[in-house]
């Protein structure tokens, strides 16, 4: 009964280290909160192989179930250091600190900590210990501490008075008051104590995590209202009109512009950086860089603007994934802001061949510079769709580069530009097994019909979209049970840096069959059939889907 009323406390006193932390997070940062700062090291820390897996199973729910995971863990571990505490209370504090402290390394170890961020996990852990501590004590049916004055003086309570609380031994110690129990049944605790003192540990530390999230909404509401304040600029150079033909209205597609709340999200952000714009800073800096800049974001709103349709895709996007998304960007030019400062691409004798993106999270991304100077859009955008990123999507500024993976080009919450060598530096996925350099591979899906669907027997429509940035798609071939292609029919492309739609009649007959899919890009090459995985530079083959026409 006791070890279970013991493991009850230290489910307790992990609740109450958690809100504890969660509310001076709040009031410091809210990325140094411990399950955020424990998640964030766990996903640094992942091999590339489990983290790619999870990507492609729980997609943008990977996170919640990491977070769910050290939830799990933890309430494991506070349910057996909450049963050690009923006879040894002291340890059951101390296993709460050592949590604490983990929470604190981890936290104070993140790429873009702060000298506080150790702050929250341990005055969490400080609480939670002594919760647990006290707790533990009257389970024990012991005294807190020795008495200043001894109730009695007799020989036998003096001779056990100072109760050192971590001695198991202490266990048989009477509580102050009682005559020495001649049985060795554990001395009575106060129940009624333990019901009040634990619903008030409960109570007061659910205020405190309670008090934690208003603080963070309070902070999330000003920022989206700051965000929502800002008028974009009409861009300098407007994209295209978008040609008629680009959408092929087959049912079953997605639209060609992908909206915001549907775009795709891949980062390692627990949470979600909420950068203020009017303090934001740019550094650009580096070899090869005569006059290093600094701007803000109004710098860049003033600058000419240019607006593009881009599609944007993941390196972690199976064949037939969706991790693969088109906007229409605002932005400036980042060759002219690298021209600005001096740079000269390797092509033209410069000394740095990778341009470093930085975010505020501490993330690091390594582009060519030959390639983001080799007169495509390449750009610091500030708009997705008709508004300003959102912050999913970067907000304040992300840089983007047509034709190259997101890992190596896309980098959110910019903060940092520098200019260096591939030699000098491996950026963040570069060191997790990842290229160094990764243009998109050509790449065509099947939308619609779905995989295992039963398409009425007659003509079905086989469509989707192809994409082969900054090359563009040339054709799109179908074939049915490995049958001879067929050419689909194309939608009009709007730029050869955007996927293109394509779609195939197919007279289908009763029976199983299997779909085929393969594109050729603007110069000639056609997508391998070579199935390979991921990693390390994006995945091959052709996507497939089985269906059954009844
Ligand atoms: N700061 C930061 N930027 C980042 C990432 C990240 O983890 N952190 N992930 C990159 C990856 S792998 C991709 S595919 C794109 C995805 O951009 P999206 O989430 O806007 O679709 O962002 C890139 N930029
Ligand atoms: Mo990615």
Known sequence: MRAVLGAVSGLL????????????????????????????????????????????????????????????????????????????????????????????VAAANRPAARTTDFVPSLVGALAGAVLLYVLGSLLSARRLWPPVVPFRRTPAAAGTAPAADETPAADET??????????????????????????????????????????????????????????????????????????LGVKGMFPFVTPNRDFYRVDTALVVPKVDA?????????????????????DLLRRELIERDITLTCVSNEVGGKYVGTARWIGVRLADLLREAGVKPPSEGGPANQLVARSVDGMTLGSPVDTVMD???????????????????????????????????????????ELTTFDDFDAYWVRKSWSREAPIKTQARIDTPRPFSSPRKGTVAVAGVAWAQHRGIAKVEVRVDGGDWQRAELATEANKDTWRQWSWEWPATSGNHTLEARATDGEGATQTSRRQGTVPDGATGWHSVVVTVP
């Open 174 to 247: 009477p509580a102050a008051g009682e005559t020495p129990a001649a049985d060795r049944t554990p001395a009575p605790f106060d129940r009624r104590r333990f019901v009040v003192l634990a619903t008030a540990a409960a109570a007061v530390s659910a205020g405190a995590g309670v008090g934690g999230r208003a603080v963070n909404a309070s902070g999330n509401r000003e920022a989206a209202a700051a965000r929502e304040s800002i008028r974009l600029p009409r861009p300098a150079s407007p994209a295209r009109p978008l040609p008629k033909g680009v959408d």
């Open 13 to 104: 006193a992990a609740f109450a280290a958690l809100c504890v932390a969660e509310l001076v997070s709040a009031l410091l940062r809210p990325e140094a909160s411990p399950v955020t700062a424990v998640g964030g090291a766990v996903i640094d820390r992942t091999p590339t192989g489990v983290k790619d897996w999870a990507i492609r199973n729980f997609g943008t729910n990977d996170k919640l179930v990491l977070q769910l995971g050290i939830l799990v863990l933890l309430a494991l571990f506070a349910l057996v250091i909450g049963a050690l505490s009923v006879p040894y209370p002291l340890l059951g504090a101390l296993g709460v600190l050592a949590f604490g402290i983990l929470g604190s």
């Open 278 to 298: 009017d303090s934001w800073r740019l550094r650009l800096h580096g070899k090869g860089v005569r006059r290093e800049l600094e701007i803000g974001y109004q």
């Open 375 to 417: 007169g495509r859009d390449a750009m610091l955008a500030v708009g997705m769709n008709g508004e300003p990123l959102p912050f999913d999507h970067g907000f304040p500024v992300r840089m983007l580069v047509p034709g190259l993976y997101g890992y190596v080009s896309a980098c959110k919450w910019l903060k940092e530009l």
